[in-house]
């Protein structure tokens, strides 16, 4: 459905995969919104940059 668009997903931030445990506080405290990427270290770069403002 996604790839069809019948389902449009907005991610909004991207944790490293070692940062998950603040991902879960920040979302646990209201930090972020919609829907967050647990990513490989490397491939982290811009993380959750929609959620710091």
């Known amino acids: 459905m996604v790839r069809s668009k019948a389902l449009e997903v907005t991610v909004t931030g991207r944790y490293a995969l070692s ?8 979302l646990e405290a209201r ?4 829907k967050l990427l647990l990513v490989p270290d490397a491939a982290a ?3 959750h940059e929609e959620t710091q403002s």
Do not use: V
């Open 45 to 47: 770069l811009g993380r």
């Open 31 to 34: 930090r972020t919104t919609g």
């Open 19 to 26: 940062e998950a445990a603040q991902a879960h506080s920040d």
